[in-house]
């Protein structure tokens, strides 16, 4: 393995302020990495030779004194629906394909500003809908443990090049946890800030009232570098000590979960409690309807979106997406706004809770990474759908427009990685990624590589 | 298709073409879905609950942020 590529963001600036390897020497070791994991079809689009071109002169900035910060010189990459200006922005669709965008998205423009270095854009499942990143136009991105399994989505090529560290961070976008997934299941730090913390200007939309866009990265600190770029913020200290943090588990909501997924969540609320922090159930009542409120809003608000495209070009999608987008169709406005509903009463019931609690822990999935075409997999004997299963957990924070971030916790049987969530009250994101940071000072989930890249 | 569904097979049909058997699945877990919902609000909801869409327009940041500035 490429030694320039085993450190977090902090250090690898560190580095290159002390002269150990320069910023094209960086980008060079990030370009060989793609090469090396192509077969993972991780980027839709490379721009070895504009990024070679920064990279210099990055390079030369550095050298004469100018520093634009932590990102300063870092290869980058974002999800095919966030607008680059002069690049090809196709969501990851045929519909879109030629589509060069005017200008780039805002949460671009703020990377460019911070001096990161864009290489390319990641795959995606197409315009975003969908958990697999099996995309009919532009193929399937593979898991970057397990090629024979999904990578989740729908920002999965995010999810894969964070793993392999073809870029030191990507973008993905979030609606119904399509950060929090490829995060989990590639074993990186993924961060889906509260709705509106991030502009979204520039990103193809999938469902607006739920759409968010954040970082990837293995280390929690590398996702917070790049949320503070993206926002302004600064990064919040890492505490010294949990000693009263307040941590809400929701019980047997949690527990229907793989034997392996149930253990990594048992040690770390052990960690948790060993490290002063205190845990207690807390109870939302009609939980159960997470998962239904989701799937309507997130079928209806994407058929408005895409009605005239449904109706001028069906055969343009893939068939997954277009009879999804179709089912939207087919949703009545109350249908919709009863689900909306159901997001105000269950937003209003995780507020309350936050009034005595700091973060609620859930998993991230009940299981890791499928196989490529698996529909079900077995939970203690019982039969769960991957989709179901993908937004069990995911739905509350997506529903109530709140930040959660998934962070790797461990590994199961078959060395797959497994992600825990945290999910905060509003304007908690600087304190999720510090928790998430103080957890990775005392553990390497984070830091394991994939075997192909570790060679 | 089952009589519950035809209503939102016809529905779709008036925007786009779609095969009804490629789609029946489909249509049948959307409506077992909002059917679980409507049964959830008839017991829990509030006449004065108002929808989601009305709190997160104004969770969306302004046009230019003060550090932009």
């Not at chain 1, 030369?60 to 974002?78: F, R, S």
Request: net charge negative; proline share 6%.
């Amino acid at each position: 393995m490429s030694t320039l590529l085993r450190f977090s963001i902090d250090e690898t600036a560190r580095r290159l302020r002390a002269g150990e390897f320069s910023v094209p020497e960086l980008l060079e070791a990030c370009l060989a990495r793609e090469a090396q994991t192509r077969e993972l079809n991780a980027y839709n689009a490379i721009w070895a030779e504009q990024a070679r071109a920064l990279a210099a002169a990055s390079q030369t900035q550095l050298e004469h004194g100018y520093d634009a910060g932590p990102l300063h010189g870092i290869p980058v990459a974002v999800k095919a629906n966030i607008a680059v200006a002069g690049e090809e922005m196709h969501a990851g669709s045929r519909i879109l394909a030629g589509n060069i965008a005017q200008q780039d998205a805002r949460v671009v423009k703020r990377l460019k500003q911070a001096g990161a270095i864009l290489i390319g854009t990641t795959n995606m499942h197409e315009f975003a809908w969908g958990g697999t990143t099996n995309n009919p136009h532009y193929g399937a991105s593979a898991n970057a443990w397990d090629r024979r399994r999904i990578p989740a989505g729908s920002s999965g090529g995010s999810g894969v090049a964070a793993a392999v560290r073809s870029a030191l961070a990507t973008l993905g976008t979030d609606t119904g946890g399509s950060i929090r997934l490829p995060a989990s299941m590639n074993g990186v730090t993924g961060l889906r800030p509260g709705v509106g913390r991030i502009a979204t200007d520039g990103v193809f939309p999938l469902a607006a009232s739920l759409d968010t866009v954040g970082p990837l990265a293995p280390w929690a600190s590398d996702c917070a570098r790049v949320y503070s770029a993206l926002t302004g913020e600064k990064a919040v200290a890492i505490p010294a000590s949990l000693r009263g943090l307040r941590v809400g588990l929701l019980g047997a909501y949690s527990e229907t979960v793989h034997p392996d997924v149930a253990q990594a969540y048992q040690a770390f609320t052990h960690w948790l409690s060993d490290a002063g922090a205190r845990c207690e159930n807390v109870a939302l009542s009609g939980l159960e309807e997470a998962v239904n409120a989701l799937v309507l809003i997130n079928l209806a608000e994407p058929a408005a979106l895409h009605s005239r495209w449904l109706q001028e070009r069906p055969q343009d999608y893939g068939d997954d997406v277009r009879l999804l987008l179709q089912t939207g169709l087919g949703i009545s406005a109350v249908e919709y706004l009863q689900a909306q509903r159901y997001r105000t009463l269950l937003r209003e019931q995780v507020l309350a809770a936050f009034r005595e609690l700091d973060v609620i822990l859930v998993p991230t999935l009940p299981f890791t990474a499928p196989l490529k075409g698996q529909e079900l997999v077995d939970i203690g004997g019982q039969q769960e759908s991957v989709l179901t299963g993908n937004m069990r957990f995911n739905a509350i924070a997506s529903l109530c427009a709140l930040p959660a971030l998934s962070f790797p916790a461990g590994f199961d049987r078959d060395g797959l990685p497994v992600g825990l969530q945290l999910i905060g009250p509003d304007g908690s994101e600087g304190r999720l990624l510090a928790l998430a940071a103080r957890f990775q000072q005392e553990s390497d989930y984070h830091t394991r590589t994939p075997l192909m890249v570790a060679r | 298709m089952d009589s519950h569904t035809t209503p939102r097979l016809l529905l779709i049909q008036q925007y786009t073409q779609t095969d009804a058997a490629q789609i029946a699945p489909l249509l049948e877990a959307c409506h077992t879905r909002a059917t679980a919902i409507h049964h959830f609000a008839l017991q829990h909801f509030s006449p004065l609950l108002q929808p989601a869409t009305v709190w997160v327009s104004p969770l969306h940041p302004p046009v230019s942020q003060e550090h932009e500035k």
